[in-house]
């Protein structure tokens, strides 16, 4: 016969596993500081790819931010086409602050470059392509999140949604002892 002290333990063990696990609902965002300690400026002549080597080195999910330290400059979010003529009439977001966080919203990939004239032909640009996180939000209908169409077989499943289904078997385990 089981002792009332040694099922109590194994209920707390048993909670303890099963709130360990479901915290793969719940994303927690990061925040990257662009280029680190060098923050948003010119690279260097001796490395033009600086930025996207610096932004390899990362892994980037839904939610997460990316904060641009700067000076005198500028952070621009563009479109592809606009990243390889380093140019943009109408960016898709514009800061000059010195201090500018964008929120990465959603997978695929997001083309940054100043605003000020040549500093994007001399390597001050970015591509950050975005994973998707478990309960990140789909992308827009027909893309696949990097512009091409198609599907990858995931199932996005929001934590909101999740959580009380987990919740509610956790509850129903439990009463069961």
Same mark, same amino acid.
Request: net charge neutral; proline share 5%; glycine share 8%.
């Given at each position: ?14 909670c303890l596993i099963?709130? +360990? /696990?479901?915290?793969? !609902? *719940?994303? @927690? ?7 680190? #300690? ?49 140019? +943009? /009439?109408?960016?898709? !977001? *514009?800061? @000059? ?7 990465? #919203? ?56 999740a959580a009380p289904?987990?919740?509610?078997a956790m509850v ?6």
């Amino acid at each position: 016969m089981v002792s009332k002290f040694m099922m109590g333990s194994c209920k707390i063990l048993l909670c303890l596993i099963l709130l +360990s /696990s479901t915290q793969f !609902f *719940f994303v @927690n965002s990061h925040e990257f500081e662009v280029g680190d #300690d060098k923050g948003w400026a010119v690279p260097s002549s001796k490395n033009d790819d600086f930025y996207n080597d610096w932004a390899s080195k990362q892994r980037f999910l839904v939610k997460d931010t990316v904060y641009f330290n700067y000076k005198k400059d500028s952070v621009l979010v563009v479109t592809d086409d606009e990243y390889d003529k380093c140019h +943009s /009439s109408h960016p898709i !977001f *514009f800061s @000059n602050n010195g201090n500018t966080t964008y929120k990465l #919203d959603r997978p695929g990939l997001f083309y940054f470059i100043s605003g000020v004239t040549g500093h994007c032909e001399r390597g001050q640009k970015l591509i950050i392509k975005v994973l998707e996180s478990f309960n990140s939000p789909p992308p827009p209908a027909g893309q696949n999140g990097n512009g091409s169409s198609g599907s990858n077989g995931a199932v996005n499943i929001p934590a909101a949604v999740a959580a009380p289904f987990v919740i509610s078997a956790m509850v129903a385990f439990f009463s069961f002892f």
